[in-house]
């Protein structure tokens, strides 16, 4: 006797889906590609693997700025330190170049005595103040044209509230050998300032020296320079010079 056929949908549905080992089952060889394939083909889904938000990006441009605006703030700060530190030692080579011409024409002075004008005793040729010197000297800055053997050499201020240093020379003999409107043959400008002190023979030292009183030079002569280069004012250490020459 044959068994009813039921029409109910749930059994119409079982019976529509795939048999296994039919035409629903999958094949072992598909299967396996599509399991090499679904790490490629599937979004990835670690948090790293998202990229930078617009905060984050923000953020990162930020810090980067403030360490490059740091960067640049020291590299200006060392090129000015390293622009300041030329400038001074330009500044103190100017002046070493200078006070060893002075070195030179004072450690070659001489106790010259000559008379003035109207004669009289002749008096040795020497004036030292504070901010001029006036000697006789074997070895003047600049040689003369004519082999002379002394030369009245002056080293003073320019004047008139103008910064330089002027050095004056005249060949000897001369009734005045330091004379004030001789034309200067040379004149630094970037002197500022300048010192001169003599040293006693007791050991002591003062600001001015006349050879005429004195009757002799002093034992040696200190000199002090400033200069103004690049708007920075530099003054060097004391130089100290022997005088040989003392007494006629």
Do not use: C
């Not at 300032?193 to 002799?216: H, I, N």
């Amino acid at each position: 006797m044959r068994r009813a056929v039921s029409n109910h949908p749930a059994r119409a549905r079982a019976r529509a889906l795939p048999r296994p080992g039919r035409k629903g089952r999958v094949p072992a060889k598909v299967a396996r590609l599509r399991s090499r394939l679904r790490p490629w083909a599937e979004p990835p889904s670690e948090p790293w693997r998202r990229g930078f938000t617009l905060l984050e990006l923000l953020i990162a441009l930020a810090i980067a700025g403030a360490l490059l605006a740091i960067l640049l703030g020291g590299l200006r700060v060392g090129l000015a330190a390293w622009r300041r530190g030329d400038e001074r030692a330009e500044a103190h080579q100017h002046l070493r170049s200078l006070s060893e011409i002075l070195a030179h024409s004072v450690a070659a002075a001489f106790p010259y005595r000559q008379s003035g004008p109207e004669g009289g005793e002749p008096q040795v040729q020497f004036k030292g103040e504070a901010g001029r010197l006036s000697i006789v000297t074997f070895a003047p800055p600049f040689p003369l044209a004519a082999p002379i053997p002394f030369t009245a050499v002056d080293f003073a201020r320019v004047g008139e509230g103008r910064p330089g240093l002027a050095i004056r020379q005249k060949a000897l003999p001369n009734f005045k050998p330091f004379d004030d409107e001789a034309e200067p043959v040379f004149v630094d400008p970037a002197v500022t300032a300048v010192e001169f002190r003599y040293l006693q023979p007791d050991g002591g030292w003062t600001d001015s020296w006349d050879g005429a009183a004195e009757k002799s030079l002093p034992k040696a002569v200190e000199i002090r320079l400033t200069a103004t280069l690049g708007g920075r004012a530099e003054t060097l250490p004391p130089l100290t010079i022997s005088v040989p020459a003392r007494a006629p």
